[in-house]
């Protein structure tokens, strides 16, 4: 059977109401939200984020989560489903991959949300298409978010991170950014976390999972061979934590996309 590159599989606007905890386990496909009125709790693995009205969140593909409103201000929403290979790909090739919130978003991006919601209500091929240009638009307005946000790191986080960034491939510890930026290890992963919202212990796991996705996908180097390529101390932990980033095995990773580049 073939794989449609981008497919809504439904959208809505919410009502304002109290809900109580809405709880998915491996989320089945790509969910984008923005929230037009109100506030909420979101969960995803084991982050925690507060939400708030023009706030954007992403509930990614086989990860689980949990949200609610806020019961003194329920949120209202709009938001669609989709799935397909080019959700992925844009996605990647936007560097979007595991970010999850868009905090004070412009208010002009609903415009995108309600495009997709009105062709989700014809079911066919074509609207999909139309939606997926749009989608593509969207995501370039995240991107353009993240990479404007990122310009406004202080420069402290940013020697951080290039460094991090430049030594994806070997042993980086936290005594040794403390002794490099002058730092207690503490402050280091303070501010570092304060600006980036993980660790940079976890900023340099995060980065080597990207890492091995693409070898996943674009190689035939055992899964072995991608844990140490990836300077992962083992290839349990990396399975691991492979698992725990993205919901599934790499083994299982490589077998759905070898399954979906089959039937495309």
């Not at 939400?51 to 086989?62: E, G, M, Q, R, T």
């Not at 991090?164 to 303070?190: M, V």
């Not at 599934?248 to 495309?264: C, F, G, I, Q, V």
Request: hydrophobic share 35%; proline share 3%; glycine share 2%.
């Amino acid at each position: 059977m073939k794989t449609e590159p981008f497919t809504i599989i439904r959208a809505n606007i919410t009502q304002k109401r109290v809900f109580n905890s809405f709880i998915r386990e491996n989320h089945e496909y790509y969910t984008f939200e923005l929230v037009i009125e109100g506030e909420g709790k979101l969960t995803i693995d084991d982050f925690v984020y507060d939400i708030k009205v023009n706030d954007i969140y992403i509930l990614p593909k086989h990860h689980n989560h949990k949200y609610y409103a806020c019961k003194d201000n329920p949120w209202r929403k709009i938001f669609f489903d989709v799935d397909g290979p080019l959700v992925e790909q844009l996605l990647e090739m936007y560097e979007l991959n595991g970010i999850i919130h868009f905090s004070d978003c412009n208010p002009n991006l609903y415009r995108y949300f309600k495009v997709i919601y009105n062709q989700s209500l014809y079911h066919t091929l074509e609207a999909n298409l139309k939606a997926s240009v749009v989608f593509h638009k969207f995501i370039i307005e995240l991107h353009k978010i993240i990479s404007h946000r990122r310009l406004g790191l202080s420069k402290e986080v940013i020697r951080i991170k290039t460094h991090l960034d430049q030594n994806l491939n070997r042993n980086t510890s936290l005594d040794e950014l403390a002794r490099k930026f002058h730092r207690s290890k503490a402050s280091i992963i303070s501010i570092f976390k304060n600006e980036m919202h993980v660790t940079p212990y976890d900023y340099l796991l995060r980065r080597r999972v990207e890492s091995a996705k693409m070898l996943l996908k674009n190689s035939t180097m055992t899964i072995s061979a991608i844990a140490y390529q990836t300077n992962f101390s083992d290839p349990y932990y990396f399975s691991n934590y492979f698992k725990k980033q993205t919901g599934m095995s790499p083994k299982s990773y490589r077998e759905l996309y070898s399954e979906e580049t089959h039937n495309a």
